[in-house]
């Protein structure tokens, strides 16, 4: 699988619609490389960080940019904290950190096609990036080998 | 960033040295030392040295750079202090960035928005290219 495969309608997604309305300060370009299976987990990841210091709604900045990669058979998120956060409290960043941690360890573990847990990861014998699959992708990629 | 430093930074700090990081301003080569340092000071002098985040450097295209990181480590072993440490040194990174003369370091810079890219100058290199 190339990276660019990942590629998907921006304007007609739902959930990046929603995201761009809701998140703009956490949302960036990098989503057009991360596969739709883990969109739940990003969309918990605005959620939790959201909820850490929700945005003053007169401004476009939150307390922090928000990037994530993708890499074959994970993601990692990471974030740039702005001024604002000189005032936050350990729990808040605790709650940052653990939150940037959980997502990277469950893009492990769950299917990039469709979100459901995962059961192996599907390395391939030619220049395909390896895949996070639940059972059923899994076979059907076997399959159509 | 001068031949030097770029020197520095890789055998000092590999695990966090990028290419990128070849274009960082000269100016700001100080603060990236203190950051890199900060960083590794969530190490404990007694025990096993690990790399305990990523790093990741951006730059937008209009001229601003910022420092983003992930944690590396299990949930388990962050305390307060060692989240409030990173959460802080990243914060005062990216704040030292935006008042540091990009060509001489000193921390009366502004950003001058034109031409682009934008820069952080102080008053004498204000007219700088």
Redesign the interface.
């Known amino acids: 699988m190339n990276k660019n495969d990942f590629r998907i309608d921006v304007k007609n997604d739902p959930h990046i619609a929603r995201w761009q309305r809701e998140y703009p300060h956490l949302f960036g370009d990098w989503i057009r490389f991360l596969p739709p299976g883990w969109y739940d987990l990003i969309d918990r990841l605005f959620v939790e960080i959201e909820a850490i210091d929700p945005r003053d709604p007169s401004r476009f900045c939150g307390s922090v940019?928000l990037?994530i990669?993708w890499y074959p058979g994970s993601a990692?998120?990471?974030?740039?904290?702005?001024?604002m956060?000189?005032s936050?409290s350990?729990?808040q960043?605790?709650a940052?950190?653990?939150a940037?941690?959980?997502f990277?360890m469950d893009t492990e573990q769950t299917c990039q096609v469709c979100g459901n847990p995962a059961v192996g990861v599907l390395k391939y014998q030619d220049h395909r990036y390896q895949e996070v699959l639940c059972q059923h992708h899994m076979d059907e990629r076997r399959m159509s080998e | 960033m001068n031949q030097e430093s770029v020197a520095f930074f890789r055998s000092e700090y590999p695990q966090w040295w990028h290419p990128k990081l070849e274009e960082f301003p000269d100016g700001w080569t100080d603060l990236l030392a203190e950051f890199f340092h900060a960083l590794d000071r969530l190490n404990s002098p007694v025990s096993q040295q690990r790399v305990w985040v990523?790093v990741?450097f951006?730059q937008s295209e209009i001229g601003p750079w910022?420092?983003?990181?992930?944690?590396e480590v299990?949930?388990k072993d962050?305390t307060?202090?060692d989240?409030?440490h990173?959460?802080?040194t990243?914060?005062v990174f990216?704040?030292g960035m935006s008042h540091t003369c990009e060509i001489c370091g000193v921390f009366n810079g502004w950003p001058r928005l034109q031409p682009k890219p934008e820069r952080i100058l102080c008053e004498e290199h204000r007219h700088a290219y």
């Open positions: 940019s990037s990669k990692e998120a990471s974030v740039s904290p702005h001024s956060t000189d936050w350990p729990e960043c605790q940052l950190i653990q940037l941690r959980r990277a | 990523s990741y951006e910022k420092a983003y990181i992930a944690p299990r949930m962050w307060d202090g989240v409030l990173l959460i802080r990243v914060e990216n704040g």
